[in-house]
């Protein structure tokens, strides 16, 4: 009976000190989301400050050669945006604060605007990027977030742009009913890029996820894309995923629910 009685209480002691460092993990955890949604959001002020400093120099400026340099300025501070908002809204899921705002919208015409700006925006002349939509049926005004929507898809599709060098990349969207009668729209990105080996299939997904490091060090990027995708998905009770085979090129699949768009 008293060597029970000594067990148990070194089983308090060691439930008393697995709780406090437990407690103390969640707090340092609590602690690094705070700074990094704190400091990004606090950056995104000045950043978006400098664009528009940018903006008015380019428009003001008639020097040729001030104007390469206002332009090289004007692209790296929107890359530095584009982390920024990256790693807020990463923290912000983290957080379980990000929004989902519903509002009425045209999904088609949406899809149409989202394809000419990466077409405008893309500098390589041997890739296309081109849409087949198959929405027939689907009501001309949509209810969602086209916001997000498009955050996805910006993402799909400007990672294709990147890990691609030559060819068509395509963005398929389809209403399809699946095998217990839901009926969803499927986005899917396909491109004949440099595509991503079979066992990082999974592993893509997990946040700073870069396959090749030394591609990842020309086309930069903070690993941060496709986990938010996927977060962003799953927010809206979707899922993601993508088959890919390397050198032949890669499909992402999103698949949402259409009463989703109501
Ligand atoms: P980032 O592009 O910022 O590095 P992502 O989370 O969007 O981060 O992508 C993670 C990694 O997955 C990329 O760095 C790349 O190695 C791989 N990847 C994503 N999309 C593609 C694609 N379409 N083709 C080949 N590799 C890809």
Do not use: W
């Amino acid at each position: 009976y008293a060597r029970k009685e000594e067990h148990n209480k070194s089983l308090l002691l060691k439930n008393k000190e697995v709780t406090i460092a437990k407690d103390k993990a969640l707090k340092a955890a609590k602690a690094k989301e705070n700074f990094l949604s704190t400091m990004s959001h606090e950056l995104r002020t000045p950043m978006n400050a400098i664009i528009g400093i940018t903006n008015i120099l380019l428009d003001e400026n008639k020097c040729d050669n001030q104007k390469i340099h206002l332009n090289n300025l004007k692209f790296s501070s929107k890359g530095l945006l584009h982390v920024i908002n990256e790693v807020l809204d990463f923290s912000k899921i983290e957080a379980a604060k990000l929004q989902i705002i519903k509002k009425e919208f045209n999904l088609q015409e949406n899809l149409d605007c989202l394809i000419n700006s990466l077409r405008y925006g893309s500098a390589n002349n041997n890739l296309k990027v081109i849409q087949d939509q198959q929405l027939a049926g689907l009501k001309h005004l949509v209810f969602g977030d086209n916001k997000r929507v498009n955050q996805i898809l910006t993402n799909l599709l400007g990672n294709a742009i990147k890990f691609t060098s030559e060819g068509c990349i395509v963005l398929r969207t389809k209403i399809e009913e699946n095998t217990d009668n839901r009926v969803q729209i499927v986005f899917e990105v396909e491109d004949p890029g440099i595509g991503i080996p079979s066992d990082k299939l999974e592993s893509i997904f997990e946040s700073f996820s870069q396959v090749n490091n030394e591609i990842n060090r020309i086309h930069q990027g903070t690993g941060l894309g496709l986990a938010l995708c996927k977060k962003i998905v799953l927010s809206l009770e979707g899922e993601i995923f993508l088959t890919s085979e390397e050198n032949k090129g890669s499909t992402f699949f999103i698949e949402i629910d259409k009463k989703y768009f109501k």
